[in-house]
């Protein structure tokens, strides 16, 4: 596999709890990214902070790097590779998957030892 580049999204990103019979929210549907997940015990949302209302349980301050790839659903290791190299510097992490790619979210004061520990690890980032 060809070397792997991460993009910089814009945004700052919330993620979301909700109860289980809780309506899909349509205030995330404003946001330029959106991923709602629903399980017997939450429902989970991740979407631009803005749109969130105050009232709502909610971890804000992440920011996205999106691989710039699309990956073969059939490949194996990519999510260690990157994720070893950021648990080593110390980054916890939130990875989204995707049909075509995954998206990485980390803490906006851990976003410059992200991108350091990504480097290091022989991955590209475009900010």
């Keep these: 596999m060809k070397q792997l580049t991460f993009i910089l999204m814009e945004g700052i990103f919330s993620l979301c709890r909700l109860a289980p019979n809780d309506p899909i929210p349509t205030w995330a549907l404003s946001s330029n990214f959106y ?6 015990d939450e429902l989970s949302v991740v979407c631009e902070s803005q749109y969130v209302p105050a009232e709502i349980k909610q971890d804000g301050n992440w920011r996205s790097l999106k691989i710039a790839s699309v990956l073969d659903l059939s490949l194996t290791g990519i999510t260690a590779k990157f994720s070893t190299a950021l648990a080593n510097a110390g980054v916890n992490l939130c990875v989204i998957a995707t049909y075509e790619t995954d998206y990485i979210f980390v803490k906006q004061e851990k976003l410059q030892t992200a991108i350091t520990a990504l480097q290091n690890a022989a991955f590209i980032v475009q900010q």
């Excluded at 991923?35 to 017997?40: A, H, R, V």
């Design 35 to 40: 991923t709602i997940s629903k399980t017997d």
